[in-house]
Each structure stands twice: as structure tokens, then as C-alpha cells.
């Protein structure tokens, strides 16, 4: 089998993006979305594995701001859109997909960074991606959890609004947020509408989503999106309130949408969308073993310039260290690299020095948002630490104050 690459020509983007349904299980999806795709599909970073007159795979890149330690912003590409025909699977069409993307983003020079969401989490790893972050999920038990809140939370106001009309405050909102968390992404136009795509045949029984904003001080401080799915036994009403996403830009705002979907009539269940490992709301609950919150692995993180994504970002305590680095999939990042950080920016430059840690560029990506503890991956065998009190150093410098987080998929 002989398979050619392509760059996506618009005019077959229906035919592409088939392939891409057909491999993820053939169901088609609701109008509005799939012409959301569309629209922010970037067709001339996307490309088709073909073989004679058939796609038989398929692959896209988003261009992409990404939050880093240290509240900076960096370019990353997002690997999207990713799939392989049933009938041309394990011959190498991923392989050249993948090699393909990372050629032209180290070629362009503007992205230090590629980042997935993997619907596998297996695959990626063979192409140096690190799994960075996690999204908790939980599901609480409204008539045995108790919430308590700060101070404040009573001069807040919530103001129920239509959720188009709602928009542009909370993306306001969403926006002051970004730098704050490590992992989260800048929403460049179009890329709004995502968190509202809400295809009724996705909803399984629950209401459209509704927005709740928070004020205070004649301000928008805070916005959730809900649907409430509604459910009646002999003992009465057990709706469960299905969160879609909330942010705040203080503690008393956030604690009060919290209390009000606790407080939603006839529920008795809060059901989460992705959150972050660390969310507050945590401790604001009076049992969190009935909230029965789970981890998944969300963010995987490429580094395809070692040196300049290492000092994109900044660093929580003073590092001075020498990596060497294993890519074989990318073997330009291949070496010693010495790294020079603290908390006001860094420097990383090759260097003939002796190491002090070894790792590869998978578990380099895995740390990179400092979600991934340096050392808890060399407990399992994927760094060695060669200086002794290296690997501490690091491990101390690489980590975040709150844990990263990736609101949305793509």
C-alpha cells in the first residue's frame, strides 16, 4: 500500500470530515456542529492520507495560545481531527501523519509547543506527548453534602440571561481567568461558541443550557452554564443539575453559583463537566466522599523546541540544571540542554556540560505545565537523576501553585 499526504483543499472538507465521523464510530452529528467544525477547521494546517482515489486518513492542527507557568502565553498547535480508516490501520498512516505535522510546525518555527486530547490515551506516547493534565468530575449528592461559604457570598448578585445574550461577559470572565491557570486556552474568535454547542439530541433528557451571572460591585464576576435533567420516583423529585462550566473572578462569586446550583428546586444531584483537580469547591463541601469525583487524563503536551518552550515558561523557585533530553521521533531536540530559570523568565541553550537529570521528551511534556511531578516520574522509572539533589531542585522549580487545566476539548 502506497499512501500520499495532502493538504485539505476546502472543497472536500465534507468529504474529509466524514471519514473523520465514519472512524469515530459513523454517527452523524447534529448540523450546527459539524458547521462549527467547519468554520474553525484551518484547512490549509490540515492534510488527508490518501490511497488512489479514497482519504483513508486524516489530520489538522488549530493555531492555538496556550497558558504556561508564570501566566505567560505561547503559540502551541493543536493536533485535532485525528483518524485512520478501519481498513488502513498499522501500516503507518498515523506515522505519517505525525511526522508530517511536527516537520511543518518545527518548520514554520512560531509553536514551541504541539498539544492532543487523545481519545486512546496509549497512542500518543511513541511521538513524544506527554499527558499534563487531568479534569476531575464529579457527582454530588445535594441532599447529603453541604455547602459552606465565605464571606461576601450574600452581596453578590445572580442574574439568570439568555445564553447568547450572555456571551460576550462571559468571555470577559473566561479571559481574566486564562493566565491564572496553567493549561487553559486563549479564545481566539469562533472559538467561543464551543462551550454553547448544545445538539438536542446530545442532551439525553435534560433542558437547554441556561446562564446564571454573578455580579458584584455593579460588575459581571462570574458566570455558569447549566441544564437541569429532570427525574421523578414515588419518593418525589431527583433532577440532576448537569454543570457545563463555571468560572469567578473571586471567592464569594464563585461560592455563590455554587450555592445556587446546590439550591436548584426538585434536583438532587450535581453532575460536573470537566473541572480542575484542585477546583475550591472541594472545600467547600461537608463530605466530599459522597461527591464521587474521578480523574481523567485531558491535556498532552509536545514539546517540539526544547529550548525555546523550556524558557517560554517561568519557574516557582531558582533552577539551574542540565537536562539530557531522548527524542527519537524528533531527534533535533536530542542532547544536553542547560537550563537557567526562576520566577521573572529562563534560559535554555545546549551545552557540553555533564547531565544532572535524564528524561525523555514525553516526560519532559508530562512536567511542562507542572501538573506531572518530575520525581513521581522518576518513582516509576522515567527520569534518572544523575547529580544528586537535582532531581528535587526541579521537581520544586517545574511545579505550579494550582494545578493545570484545559476547560474545553478540541
Not at 185 to 213: H, K, N, Q
Amino acid at each position: 500500500m502506497r499512501t500520499e499526504l495532502r493538504v485539505l483543499d476546502p472543497s472536500i472538507w465534507d468529504d474529509w470530515y466524514g471519514k473523520l465521523v465514519l472512524a469515530f464510530g459513523g454517527v452523524p452529528e447534529a448540523p450546527e456542529e459539524s458547521a462549527l467544525w467547519r468554520e474553525l477547521t484551518e484547512c490549509e494546517r490540515s492534510i488527508g492520507a490518501w490511497d488512489g482515489a479514497d482519504i483513508v486518513g486524516t489530520a489538522g492542527l488549530f493555531s492555538f495560545r496556550l497558558s504556561v507557568p508564570g501566566g505567560g502565553i505561547v503559540p502551541a498547535a493543536g493536533v485535532t481531527m485525528v483518524s485512520v480508516q478501519a481498513t488502513h490501520r498499522r501500516r503507518g498512516v498515523l506515522r505519517a501523519m505525525m511526522r508530517r505535522q511536527l516537520d511543518d510546525i518545527r518548520a514554520a518555527g512560531d509553536e514551541p509547543l504541539a498539544v492532543l486530547t487523545a481519545s486512546e490515551p496509549d497512542i500518543y506516547g511513541r511521538f513524544g506527548y506527554g499527558a499534563a493534565t487531568q479534569n476531575a468530575y464529579a457527582e454530588i449528592d445535594t441532599t447529603r453534602v453541604r455547602l459552606t461559604v465565605p464571606e461576601g457570598v450574600d452581596d453578590v448578585r445572580l442574574r439568570a440571561v439568555p445564553l447568547e445574550s450572555a456571551v460576550e461577559a462571559c468571555e470577559a470572565v473566561y479571559a481574566r481567568r486564562v493566565r491564572t491557570r496553567p493549561g487553559m486556552l486563549e479564545r481566539i474568535p469562533g472559538w467561543e461558541r464551543v462551550p454553547l454547542l448544545d445538539p438536542p439530541g446530545d442532551r439525553e433528557g435534560a433542558s437547554p443550557l441556561r446562564c446564571v451571572l454573578a455580579e458584584s460591585g455593579g460588575e459581571v464576576s462570574g458566570y455558569v452554564r447549566f441544564a437541569v435533567k429532570p427525574d421523578w420516583d414515588l419518593a418525589g423529585p431527583k433532577g440532576t443539575v448537569v454543570l457545563r462550566d463555571l468560572e469567578a473572578l473571586d471567592p464569594a462569586s464563585y461560592a455563590a453559583l455554587w450555592r445556587f446550583l446546590f439550591d436548584l428546586d426538585l434536583t438532587s444531584v450535581i453532575r460536573t463537566g470537566p473541572r480542575p483537580v484542585d477546583d475550591p469547591w472541594q472545600l467547600l463541601v461537608s463530605d466530599i466522599r459522597r461527591c464521587a469525583v474521578r480523574l481523567r487524563d485531558s491535556l498532552f503536551v509536545r514539546l517540539v523546541d526544547v529550548g525555546a518552550a523550556l524558557e517560554a515558561r517561568t519557574y516557582t523557585t531558582p533552577v539551574e540544571t542540565v537536562l539530557e533530553v531522548t527524542d527519537p521521533f524528533c531527534p533535533w531536540n536530542e542532547g544536553r540542554w542547560r537550563l537557567s530559570g526562576d520566577a521573572k523568565g529562563a534560559s535554555c541553550e545546549r551545552t557540553d556540560d555533564a547531565a544532572d537529570l535524564r528524561l525523555g521528551v514525553r516526560e519532559l511534556g508530562a512536567a511542562y505545565l507542572g501538573g506531572v511531578s518530575l520525581t513521581a516520574l522518576a518513582g516509576a522509572g522515567r527520569v534518572q537523576e544523575v547529580r544528586q539533589g537535582a532531581l528535587t531542585e526541579a521537581t520544586t522549580a517545574f511545579a505550579t501553585p494550582v494545578a493545570p487545566w484545559l476547560p474545553h476539548g478540541f
